[in-house]
């Protein structure tokens, strides 16, 4: 009790009981520790990444793995050019949401829709996006257990760059998927006034914490594929 | 604005929600789809006992075949078929039942059967909660669990055998089918059913700390809060941070088993198959993320024993627990020091060797916390009113446990003398006393003492005190030798130690050992019996309080229904821990303080 | 909930700025890492290389932080909140050093004491036709030809 009683009488409010201490309802408590652990997944996997690649002598070049762009002729290398266009469809994505959270807060049910629209169209092209480039490389010869590409030393590679490149990106393209999906339902809510009847737009908030995690998981998945 | 509105909204429903509530229960909403907590910690409870009585029913198995290696129990033919012809287990036999004994005794009885059980029950009853703060998903929770378990069981019917490599499942052994027998179809249930467990432990781990967080009653402040509550939030943090890892690690490893890749695979030459082409993966990484959940998962288990204790002992010493504050602090600094330590278990793994010594520094440093607990519990008990309940036998059993296993733990964190010690008897003496059987009293601790509450009838005494002095005697005469064993270099996990002359000495030793487990695997049936019957025919609970204790989970009737308190949820005015305090030997903690009451703690 | 009519506009003419600032930080740095990746690419110098990739995991951590305090709100949640997700992610700190330096002892272990493991790393490979020679060499379910395990070893 001793914490309690020498500490600001705000603090002891907040913690007396009685109510949450972070002024928030369960569920976005729930939802911000579920992003904790999923973090710890990315991060395992990513960690897991950067050991197979520091306990290996050499390792592709990913300016030279990743160098195409659709209906580029042929010949046409253009590295990180793609990518990056990925990397603004989710990051304009990531804003629309926060419009979205935003005009939820405001009980504004048309700036929800609109934004919700924009952020499952923006969660859409990114899929497109990762599947086309999914398809190129398997065609180049690149699949879970083959790795076509040679380490930047010009000697043969092992198959773990695509390994964990596939396992990585096909982890996160599931999030976002799911993160699809769960913005449509939480649309066809908005849309059945099921958050005006309920007063407040909480599970919209929710959804873009799940959202923001998506796009905060790509910032370093992208980096460190395609980057480092 | 609405943000508020929906919060407080929230907690007007909390209230009228199940507080009133007429209940149309069929058969199937109160016993199966329950989303009332105490059920839930029941099924939670149940399932683990299944899953006790099955995994310490294999440890007697491969005790016999270590205790009598060259006899042959024509019974076992019949019960275990091919797996032991000519009444012998065989090698794959004895493999495949330690492998599933650790399994289920480490994730389904000691995490899910303890944590799950008492997380479930005593969370919303000591914090003043009508509920979980998601029924819904605690009632997944249990289900995911359900399912794990019949993965896991099923394993056992496969015509291959379940999983074989051990319980940490290593690769090779888990990522090769053609590695041995149990790693083809058997390790695939192995893996589902680990993973619908992580799921499982996520949902409940989740509800746990948001109920911890959200739920507690007015005045129910976090240092008010009684120290079981206080353990099984860490447990649940460490649950939910963890298990994670494990989740990574078995993706990564399907992967290798079926897809073609190679994350911990590398030059590999199998019998009868020949090299295999996968190159550049890393056994030891799996270690790695396993052991990052492993040594984590120590913790999962040790910790909701801890909690039980710590409030078990106050009560029935009538006296404060001793360094409140300290107790708290050391559970943190025990939870954080768990994600710090897991390579302690890869010292010959071809671990580099100076980050092997910081891990030695890390580790010894839970020698800390832990030493403080200790202490705490025996100045706890020093110069109390002590009533020698099963309950606080089995917490006093319980420390001595930790002690005894705790010291050795110190040995085996020093890279240099678990180099000697390593893989031997010692490591299995070691872990069986400080997690495994510590856990399990502090589990016994807990059902001893809120069976009343569980189901208003007493568990019976005599039967108890019997339970545990046969189970404490026996635990160390067990598990004693092992010591010696282990110093005299006798390898774990060996099928036969009869053909080493070097191990021929303890040949007799053995079957000591493995008799004194056979009988105490009788007196853990005899505690079935006990329980079962006590549900049913025990002793009737009379007095709302029968153990004069301060906490919460006591105010509500003998028999509490779903919303737990008729009325409206007690407001908490203290710690739970006011025992012999001006004159008085209990105050509970709804009692408000008295104008000249003394100002302690 | 005592905001008047006019304090709710105030306070939702600053959200709206706060998210156009952050939608353009976060687009600069990605511009920026893009900017340092092309650098990169011709690059030759091992330390300058580093220094630039120490530079991207910077700006990938800052980027991180935009995102974490300002769209998922983090920033104005109640300060117990914040660290409650602060102080696990701490974790990450040793659960990153100890991987990698693991990982990076490995291999130095088995180039100090697998020859065959050595070896392999300064073969180079005949550039081929990309498609085809993934597809056959490096299938990972087919066996090597190789008799023994020992057998490669047992050359030096």
Redesign the interface.
């Known amino acids: 009790?001793?914490?309690?009683t020498t500490a600001s009488p705000n603090e002891?409010k907040l913690?007396?009981?009685?109510?949450?201490?972070?002024?928030?309802?369960?569920?976005k408590?729930?939802m911000w520790?579920?992003l904790?652990?999923?973090a710890?997944?990315?991060?395992?996997?990513l960690i897991?990444y950067g050991?197979?690649r520091f306990?290996?002598n050499g390792w592709p070049n990913s300016n030279e793995v990743f160098r195409s762009f659709p209906f580029a002729p042929e010949g046409v290398h253009a590295p990180l050019v793609f990518v990056s266009i990925m990397t603004f469809i989710l990051i304009i994505s990531s804003v629309t949401m926060v419009l979205a959270v935003h005009a939820g807060?405001n009980?504004d049910k048309s700036g929800v829709v609109r934004n919700m629209i924009w952020t499952i169209i923006g969660g859409l092209a990114f899929l497109s996006c990762q599947a086309w480039e999914w398809n190129h490389l398997h065609s180049e010869g690149a699949w879970?257990?083959?790795n076509p590409f040679l380490n930047a030393d010009g000697t043969a590679?092992?198959?773990?760059f695509t390994?964990?490149f596939f396992?990585i990106t096909g982890?996160h393209g599931f999030h976002v998927f799911s993160g699809v999906v769960i913005n449509i339902i939480m649309l066809i809510m908005t849309l059945l006034n099921k958050f005006e009847q309920?007063?407040?737009?909480?599970m919209i908030e929710k959804a873009g914490l799940y959202w923001h995690f998506v796009d905060l998981v790509w910032v370093f998945v992208f980096t460190i594929f395609y980057l480092l | 604005?609405?943000?508020?509105?929906?919060?407080h909204?929230?907690?007007g429903q909390g209230h009228d929600d199940h507080g009133h509530h007429e209940h149309h229960d069929t058969f199937l909403t109160k016993y199966v789809f329950s989303q009332d907590h105490k059920m839930i910690a029941k099924q939670f409870l149940i399932t683990g006992m299944v899953w006790a009585v099955l995994g310490g029913l294999m440890s007697v198995l491969f005790r016999l075949q270590l205790g009598y290696p060259d006899a042959s129990f024509p019974w076992l033919e019949s019960i275990l078929g091919k797996w032991a012809k000519g009444g012998q287990i065989t090698p794959e036999a004895y493999y495949a039942l330690v492998t599933t004994h650790g399994t289920v005794l480490v994730f389904f009885v000691l995490t899910a059967g303890l944590s799950g059980t008492f997380a479930n029950f005593l969370i919303p009853l000591q914090?003043?909660a009508r509920d979980m703060?998601?029924p819904f998903?605690n009632m997944l929770s249990y289900w995911f669990f359900f399912t794990a378990s019949i993965v896991m069981l099923s394993s056992l019917f496969v015509e291959t055998g379940p999983f074989s490599g051990g319980w940490t499942a290593y690769p090779p052994l888990s990522a090769l089918h053609d590695a041995s027998p149990g790693s083809k179809s058997g390790m695939d249930l192995w893996i589902i059913a680990m993973a619908l467990f992580v799921v499982s432990s996520?949902l409940g781990g989740?509800?746990y700390?948001?109920?911890i967080?959200?739920?507690?009653?007015?005045?129910?402040?976090?240092?008010?809060l009684p120290l079981t509550i206080w353990a099984l939030f860490f447990t649940a943090?460490l649950g939910?941070?963890?298990?994670?890892?494990l989740?990574?690690?078995m993706?990564?490893l399907i992967?290798d088993r079926n897809?073609?890749?190679?994350?911990y695979l590398s030059?590999?030459?199998v019998n009868g198959?020949?090299?295999?082409?996968?190159?550049?993966?890393?056994a030891?990484?799996f270690q790695?993320?396993f052991w990052?959940l492993g040594h984590p998962e120590v913790y999962i288990i040790l910790l909701p024993a801890m909690g039980m204790v710590s409030e078990i002992m106050s009560v029935n010493s009538r006296k404060p627990i001793f360094g409140y504050?300290a107790m708290l602090g050391s559970l943190f600094a025990i939870a954080?020091l768990a994600?710090?330590v897991w390579?302690h278990h890869m010292f010959v793994t071809?671990?580099?060797p100076f980050?092997g010594s910081?891990?030695v520094l890390l580790t010894l440093l839970i020698a800390v916390p832990s030493a403080i607990k200790v202490f705490n519990w025996l100045t706890t008990l020093w110069r109390g009113n002590i009533r020698f309940t099963p309950g606080m036998l089995f917490a006093i059993g319980f420390v001595s446990l930790f002690i005894s296993g705790g010291l050795t733990g110190i040995w085996l964190g020093n890279a240099a003398l678990d180099i000697y010690l390593h893989d031997s008897y010692f490591v299995v003496a070691h872990f069986h006393i400080v997690m495994g059987v510590a856990s399990m009293f502090g589990m016994f601790a807990g059902v001893y003492h809120w069976f009343p509450k569980m189901y208003g009838r007493y568990l019976n005494n005599s039967l108890g005190y019997i339970h545990f002095w046969i189970t404490i005697a026996g635990a160390y005469m067990i598990f004693w030798p092992m010591h010696y064993q282990g110093l005299a270099g006798m390898p774990r996990r060996y099928f036969d130690f009869s053909i080493w002359e070097s191990f021929k000495q303890f040949a007799e030793l053995n079957r000591f050992i493995s008799t004194v487990a056979m009988i105490v695997f009788a007196v853990q049936i005899l505690f079935l019996i006990n329980f079962f019957y006590s549900i049913f025919k025990g002793r009737k609970v009379t007095v709302l309080n029968p153990w004069e204790s301060n906490t919460l989970e006591w105010t509500t009737p003998i028999r509490p229904g779903h919303g737990n308190w008729p009325g409206e949820i007690p407001?908490?005015h203290r710690?739970p821990y006011d025992y012999g305090k001006d004159g008085h030997d209990f105050i509970p903690q709804d009692v408000p303080v008295g104008a000249d009451e003394t100002d302690t703690? | 909930?005592s905001?008047t009519h006019t304090d709710?506009e105030a306070h939702n003419k600053e959200a709206m700025a706060e998210i156009k600032k952050v939608t353009i930080i976060l687009s600069v740095f990605t511009i920026i890492e893009l900017i340092l990746g092309f650098w990169m690419i011709g690059m030759t110098s091992v330390g300058l290389k580093l220094a630039v990739k120490g530079t991207i995991v910077i700006l990938m951590m800052a980027k991180a932080f935009y995102i974490v305090a300002y769209f998922m709100h983090l920033k104005h949640e109640v300060k117990n909140l914040i660290m409650t997700i602060v102080v696990?992610l701490m974790?990450f700190v040793?659960?990153i050093a100890?991987?990698l330096?693991?990982?990076n002892?490995?291999r130095n272990?088995r180039n100090n004491y697998d020859p065959?493991?050595k070896e392999?790393a300064t073969i180079k490979v005949e550039k081929k036709e990309e498609g085809e020679h993934g597809a056959t060499k490096?299938?990972?379910?087919?066996?090597?030809e190789?008799?023994?395990?020992s057998a490669p070893v047992e050359k030096h």
């Open positions: 009790m001793s914490t309690t002891a913690w007396g009981g009685g109510k949450s201490p972070f002024n928030s309802e369960y569920g408590v729930m520790y579920f904790m652990s999923d710890f997944t990315f991060g395992a996997f897991s050991t197979v306990s290996t807060k009980m879970w257990g083959m590679s092992s198959t773990n390994n964990f396992t982890f309920r007063g407040h737009y909480l | 604005m609405s943000h508020e509105a929906a919060l909204n929230h907690e914090i003043g703060a998601s998903l996520l989740l509800n700390i948001a109920t967080l959200n739920m507690r009653t007015k005045g129910m402040s976090m240092t008010r943090v939910v941070l963890s298990f994670p890892v989740l990574s690690g993706i990564l992967f897809f073609g890749t190679s994350f030059d590999i030459y198959v020949g090299a295999l082409s996968n190159e550049g993966g890393s030891i990484l790695h993320l990052f504050m954080i994600f710090l390579a071809g671990l580099n980050l910081v891990f407001e908490v710690w703690h | 909930m905001h709710q696990p974790l040793w659960f100890a991987f330096w693991d990982g002892s490995f272990l065959y493991f392999q490096h299938k990972a379910t087919e066996v090597k190789i008799p023994a395990p």
